[in-house]
């Protein structure tokens, strides 16, 4: 592969950050070596794929009849390890952008999460730097390519020592061969230029790739004649090319042949994640249209889930073995977007563009059948591995969650299968749970919004159902509040929010006893609402509290508090909506309110006095006072003046 022309050789510097990825992934991996062979044969067959998907519009870049594989080469003597792809390859710009830099958003949370300790070997192919991987066991790499369709070959060429070289180098056929220098292996370590280590690796962590890893392999074989029979007692050393992978796509197995250990392996590869996964889902489904499914339901979030980043399915779509979409957000809805997996159909043209799979019926019947599946899977696991599925809500409930509001005909499915904090036994309980075990009266589910569990459990709204032992739910979930829009009953119970106006939780002669009360202390009530007419449109009595003086609530139409808090959060400029103040009757301060006002009705402190209930009440709920100042300045009057007597 010499050069005829005298080419120009040019030195790079690392990236600042990629000299740090190294030095980490070759310190804290170094017991995990043999990773790096998966990681170049993963990287070999994304490859592979990309020239298999840009083939199909192009079909110049694959001449029929060619075929894709991956091939590894061992020199003993030289001590090199050569892995060859025949696909996409790489130009200038792919080379000085890929290697050398750290190309993925993730690097930076990989240093981190490096640095903070966390399991090392599995966060390689998560975040992008798989490639580095390769200096672990090579003190120098060789990467020689040339892009499909383009002309000009490259020689890459590193000690992983803070800089690289680029050159063009003639001749060179179309993909990438990586050569790594290997280190002698020290005692103990794996020796990878051995057949049997090589092999082993590869059935291990790539045995489903779905092109052949090929390699020369020589045996001894009994030494033929002229005849061609068997030669008694002598040997010859024969070399062939044998393939080390089964290359089987695991989802094109049938179940029983596939163990726990290799849907695990093949999860791992295709989400980046590095546990195993918590649910696998493989199934072929026959009839008007037939797909097979190999889905997964992870173990634990995704490091950037959620991160504000615009939902991705994570669902790649096959047809006839090609993969023609990898993260096909028609497949899934986007409240099953942490589904990880595959689906294969021979039912689909293998040219389908992103536009024409949105609106394809096939693919909503797909998607109808997958939904379902995974519901089935997740009711299954409620109902069979309580602890399991807890789990599994904590990472991704707040996600299915959407679909309440999303999915209108799944609206009851899901609901069965939704868990909440608070009330009943168990840490969290369903609908269905809470609903059995409703006190006698109680007709409504009824529910607490806030930011947290702690805050609602401290929530004065909450003190009338603990006198009256009913539980209530906790909902501290940010999609909770648009949830509660759309679900507004369970199985013909009606849900109900604590911290709305309209609870109606008396008996007939609570209520009458209630307003004779109210009707007493009318003056006083509209007293006070005068001087808050800022901020409330009403001050009534309520029954709802037990040892607080007051509370807020909403009016029946108007935003919860939690609510407009969040909208502020997200940027929006949302009015203070106007609340109801609800006081206890039966509070002394609320009776010493009431004694003044009869002795005083214009006395300055019935005034002083409601603003510090509004406030309390404002604060009880995590809001802060209206005017802080004026709060501070009441609040040491009063210990100033309490303090004297
Ligand atoms: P990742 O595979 O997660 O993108 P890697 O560090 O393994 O991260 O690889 C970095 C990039 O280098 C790849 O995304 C790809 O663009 C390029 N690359 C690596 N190996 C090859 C190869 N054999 N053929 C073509 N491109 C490659
Ligand atoms: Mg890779």
Known sequence: MGTIMTQKVESHAFQAEVQEVLSLVIHSLYKDRDIFLRELISNASDALDKLRFEALTRPELLPEGESLGVALDVNSEDRTLTIVDNGIGMNYEDLTGNLGKVASSGTRKFLEA???????????????????SAFMVADQVTVETRKAGEETGLRWQSDGKGEYTIEEVDGLSRGTMITLHLEEPEEGQSDYTQEWTLRDIVSRYSDFVEYPVQMEVERSEPKLDEEGKEIEGETEMVTSMETLNSMKPLWGRSK????????????????????????????????????TALLFLPSQKPMNFGDGAAPKSKVSLYVRRVLVQKECEDLLPVWLRFVQGVVETADLPLNVSRETLQSNRRVEQIQKGLVRKIMDTMGKMLKDDREKYVAFWKNFGWVIKEGLYYAPDKQKALAELCLFEGGGDYEMTTLAEYKAAMAEGQ??????????????????????????????????????????????????????????????????????????????????????????????TEVRFSSRLAESPAVLVEAPDSMSAHQVRMMRHAGQDVPEPKRILELNPEHPLVQGLQ????????????????????????????????????FQQLLTELMVASLKG
């Open 443 to 536: 007709e409504a589910i009824y529910v607490l919004t806030g930011q947290d569990r702690a805050t609602v459990e401290a929530s004065a709204h909450l003190e009338g159902m603990r006198a009256k032992g009913w539980d209530v739910l906790f909902l501290t979930d940010p999609v909770d509040e648009w949830v509660l829009e759309r679900l507004t009953e369970f199985d013909g119970t009606p849900i109900k929010r604590l911290d709305k106006g309209d609870l109606d939780l008396d008996s007939d002669e609570d209520k009458k006893d209630l307003e004779e009360k109210q009707e007493a202390a009318g003056d006083l009530l509209k007293s006070i609402q005068e001087g808050l007419s800022e901020s409330v």
């Open 256 to 291: 029983s042949d596939v163990t726990e250990e290799e849907y695990a392996e093949f999860y791992r590869h295709q989400s980046h994640d590095w546990a195993s996964p918590l649910e696998t889902i493989h199934y072929s489904a026959e009839g008007t249209i037939e797909f």
């Open 114 to 132: 490096l640095k903070e300790g966390s399991e090392g070997p599995d966060l390689i192919g998560r975040f992008g730097v798989g490639f580095y």
């Open 595 to 630: 004694k003044l006002h009869g002795v005083d009705a214009n006395s300055p402190r019935i005034a002083d006095f409601s603003g510090l209930l509004f406030d309390g009440a404002m604060m009880r709920e995590g809001g802060v006072p209206k005017d802080p100042v004026k």
